[in-house]
Protein backbone atom coordinates (compact mmCIF):
# COMPACT_ATOMS: atom_id res chain seq x y z
CA UNK A 1 0.00 0.00 0.00
CA UNK A 2 1.70 3.32 -1.07
CA UNK A 3 1.55 5.82 1.78
CA UNK A 4 2.38 9.46 2.05
CA UNK A 5 3.34 10.85 5.52
CA UNK A 6 3.78 14.59 5.94
CA UNK A 7 5.44 16.62 8.48
CA UNK A 8 6.16 19.85 9.18
CA UNK A 9 2.86 21.50 10.59
CA UNK A 10 2.49 23.45 13.70
CA UNK A 11 1.81 26.76 15.15
CA UNK A 12 2.79 29.94 13.62
CA UNK A 13 2.24 34.05 13.96
CA UNK A 14 1.23 36.14 10.81
CA UNK A 15 4.52 37.04 8.81
CA UNK A 16 6.26 33.40 9.49
CA UNK A 17 7.35 30.35 7.65
CA UNK A 18 7.33 26.76 7.82
CA UNK A 19 8.29 23.49 5.52
CA UNK A 20 6.52 21.20 5.16
CA UNK A 21 7.66 17.77 3.83
CA UNK A 22 6.01 14.91 2.46
CA UNK A 23 8.08 11.24 2.59
CA UNK A 24 7.08 8.87 -0.60
CA UNK A 25 8.12 6.53 -2.76
CA UNK A 26 8.41 9.37 -5.46
CA UNK A 27 5.41 9.73 -7.95
CA UNK A 28 5.63 11.77 -11.48
CA UNK A 29 2.80 14.25 -10.20
CA UNK A 30 2.49 15.17 -6.75
CA UNK A 31 1.16 17.89 -4.79
CA UNK A 32 -0.63 19.84 -1.95
CA UNK A 33 -3.71 20.39 -0.88
CA UNK A 34 -5.28 22.30 2.14
CA UNK A 35 -8.53 21.73 3.52
CA UNK A 36 -9.47 24.84 6.08
CA UNK A 37 -12.32 23.68 8.95
CA UNK A 38 -15.74 23.79 6.57
CA UNK A 39 -14.43 24.53 3.75
CA UNK A 40 -13.57 22.19 0.48
CA UNK A 41 -10.46 21.04 0.54
CA UNK A 42 -8.36 23.30 -2.22
CA UNK A 43 -5.08 22.49 -4.51
CA UNK A 44 -2.06 24.84 -3.11
CA UNK A 45 0.80 23.65 -5.59
CA UNK A 46 1.53 21.10 -8.25
CA UNK A 47 4.88 19.86 -9.33
CA UNK A 48 5.92 17.47 -11.92
CA UNK A 49 9.21 15.14 -11.74
CA UNK A 50 11.63 17.91 -13.45
CA UNK A 51 10.50 20.40 -11.36
CA UNK A 52 7.78 22.70 -13.36
CA UNK A 53 5.66 23.65 -10.55
CA UNK A 54 2.00 25.38 -10.82
CA UNK A 55 0.56 27.41 -8.00
CA UNK A 56 -2.65 28.39 -6.79
CA UNK A 57 -3.51 32.53 -7.17
CA UNK A 58 -3.60 32.28 -3.05
CA UNK A 59 -0.07 31.37 -2.51
CA UNK A 60 2.26 32.33 -5.74
CA UNK A 61 4.47 34.53 -4.44
CA UNK A 62 4.83 33.09 -1.39
CA UNK A 63 4.78 29.19 -1.34
CA UNK A 64 7.44 27.21 -2.86
CA UNK A 65 7.02 23.65 -3.71
CA UNK A 66 10.08 21.28 -4.66
CA UNK A 67 10.84 17.83 -4.58
CA UNK A 68 13.86 15.89 -4.06
CA UNK A 69 13.78 12.46 -5.83
CA UNK A 70 16.94 10.67 -4.42
CA UNK A 71 15.17 11.52 -1.06
CA UNK A 72 12.08 10.66 -2.27
CA UNK A 73 10.83 13.67 -0.54
CA UNK A 74 8.52 16.53 -1.36
CA UNK A 75 8.72 19.83 0.02
CA UNK A 76 6.49 23.11 0.46
CA UNK A 77 8.00 26.32 2.09
CA UNK A 78 5.79 28.30 3.34
CA UNK A 79 6.59 32.16 3.77
CA UNK A 80 4.51 35.51 4.89
CA UNK A 81 1.69 33.02 6.18
CA UNK A 82 -1.33 34.15 6.69
CA UNK A 83 -4.50 33.74 9.17
CA UNK A 84 -6.52 32.58 6.27
CA UNK A 85 -3.54 29.72 5.78
CA UNK A 86 -4.55 28.24 8.48
CA UNK A 87 -5.60 24.57 7.06
CA UNK A 88 -4.70 20.53 7.47
CA UNK A 89 -2.24 20.20 4.79
CA UNK A 90 -2.28 17.41 2.65
CA UNK A 91 0.24 15.54 0.23
CA UNK A 92 -0.82 13.81 -2.89
CA UNK A 93 -0.05 11.85 -5.88
CA UNK A 94 -1.80 11.94 -9.52
CA UNK A 95 -2.33 11.51 -12.49
CA UNK A 96 -1.95 15.01 -14.17
CA UNK A 97 0.99 17.37 -14.31
CA UNK A 98 0.63 21.08 -12.61
CA UNK A 99 -3.29 19.87 -11.58
CA UNK A 100 -4.62 21.74 -8.64
CA UNK A 101 -8.05 19.44 -8.84
CA UNK A 102 -8.53 16.94 -6.18
CA UNK A 103 -10.06 14.67 -8.36
CA UNK A 104 -6.59 14.16 -10.30
CA UNK A 105 -4.99 12.87 -7.61
CA UNK A 106 -5.55 8.92 -6.09
CA UNK A 107 -3.13 8.65 -2.76
CA UNK A 108 -3.18 11.00 0.13
CA UNK A 109 -1.53 11.43 3.41
CA UNK A 110 -2.92 11.83 6.53
CA UNK A 111 -2.55 15.66 6.81
CA UNK A 112 -0.62 18.07 8.87
CA UNK A 113 -2.15 20.90 11.48
CA UNK A 114 -0.57 24.88 10.11
CA UNK A 115 -2.06 27.41 12.04
CA UNK A 116 -1.39 30.39 11.65
CA UNK A 117 -2.22 33.57 14.46
CA UNK A 118 -2.55 37.24 14.08
Known amino acids: QAQLVESGGGSVQAGGSLRLSCAAS????MGWFRQATGKEREGVAA???????NYADSVKGRFTISRDNAKKTLYLQMNSLKPEDTAMYYC????????????????WGQGTQVTVSS
Open 92 to 107: AAGRAGGSLLRNDYTV
Open 47 to 53: IDRDGSA
Open 26 to 29: IYTY
